[in-house]
Structure formats: structure tokens, C-alpha cells
């Protein structure tokens, strides 16, 4: 067997075409958080990957720094998650793995961060964190969200990282159950480790 040696994370086509069609900065955290949802909903309209979409943005004047969608199921990698996506593109266009260096950066998610993306998130050196659904709500489209801390909030908050819950919570999960309702795939599924007793 050969190794691979190499592995890249690229968006699809239409992103970038599609976010061009939007004009100025992202000034309020709304504005954010519907670009990330609409980039959820755009991603599984063209059946590119999961209902999730992310985005880094300039704190202070609203730039965009990066975008992520859900890539699981079409780039074969579990760990492909938005958040995910949108932090390595960040750090890929910054030139560097810590993003507290310059201007504050905040990720905006379109749900609350899985357990592997709750990981990420103080590592990366972002300086807020904006979700829309919530844990509960990917649950009940059928995703497996793993084991966080209870008070994963207090835990980023305690490490510098503000965070905001909830913002335009309803369209964001109204993106999740209509994937699901849709037929989406639902990947690790099922995989709790939960005693089924």
C-alpha cells in the first residue's frame, strides 16, 4: 500500500461565486450568522456536503477572512466539519496557525461546536465565537455532537474567548431538520458508545 502524503481542503465552485454576489463588510453579528446559514443551506441545495456553515471574520470592521462548509461526505473526511474548514482557510490566508496575531477574529458558526470543533476552537487563536443552533437541535436531525464539558461556554470564555448562543437560532435549525427530512445523509449516526441497555 502507498502512503498519501498530501491532503488539501478546497471549497466548492459555487461558494465563492456565491458569496461574491454579497456586498460590503459583515457589520453586525446577524448579518454574520445569515451568511453562515445561508451558506449551510446553499451547501446542501447543491448536495456538496452536511447542513453546516462557518465563517471567520475581521472583529472590527467586518472583513471576511474565511468561509467554511460541511465537507464530510464529499471529501471523505471526518474531519471536514465547517468550523474546521473555515479555521484551516483562515490560518492558510493568514499565513500562520495562531489567529490572535492583529486585528481580534470571530468565528461564526451556524450551529454550537461539536466536540472535536469545541477542541479547535482555543487553539486557534480566534477571540469570539457566534453560533446559531444548537447542540440539541443537530441531535435532533439525527447527528452524533460527542462528549463537551457541560459549561462549554464558561470554558472558552475563561480561556479570553467571548461567546454568543442562539443568534437566529430557529433558521438555523430549520436548515438541519429539513436535511434531514430531505433524506441527507446523517454520518456517525448512532455512534454514542452509549450502553444500549
Known amino acids: 500500500m502507498e502512503l498519501n502524503t498530501k491532503c488539501c481542503l478546497q471549497l466548492p465552485a459555487w461558494v465563492e461565486p456565491f458569496v461574491a ?3 460590503g463588510p459583515l457589520s453586525t453579528t446577524s448579518e454574520r450568522m445569515q451568511l453562515a446559514i445561508d451558506l449551510a443551506g446553499e451547501n446542501v441545495r447543491q448536495g456538496t456536503g452536511g447542513p453546516f456553515g462557518a465563517l471567520v471574520v475581521n472583529e472590527a470592521n467586518g472583513e ?33 496557525w495562531n489567529l490572535s496575531h492583529g486585528d ?14 469545541f477542541g479547535a476552537v482555543p487553539w486557534s487563536g480566534i477571540k469570539s465565537l457566534v453560533c446559531g443552533a ?18 462549554w461556554v464558561r470554558s472558552l470564555q475563561r480561556r479570553g474567548i467571548v461567546v454568543q448562543c442562539s443568534v437566529l437560532r430557529d433558521q438555523a435549525a430549520a436548515v438541519l431538520a429539513s436535511y434531514r427530512e430531505g433524506g441527507g445523509t446523517i454520518y456517525n449516526a448512532g455512534n454514542t458508545g452509549d450502553d444500549p441497555k
Do not use: W, Y
Open 104 to 117: 481580534p477574529l470571530q468565528l461564526v458558526t451556524s450551529c454550537e461546536p461539536c466536540a472535536m470543533c
Open 134 to 151: 444548537r447542540k440539541k437541535d443537530a441531535e435532533a436531525a439525527g447527528f452524533d455532537e460527542g462528549d463537551k464539558p457541560g459549561h
Open 21 to 23: 454576489s454579497r456586498q
Open 64 to 96: 471576511l477572512v474565511a468561509l467554511g462548509v460541511n465537507l464530510v461526505t464529499s471529501s471523505g473526511l471526518s474531519i471536514a466539519h465547517a468550523e474546521i474548514v473555515a479555521l484551516t482557510l483562515a490560518q492558510a490566508s493568514v499565513g500562520e
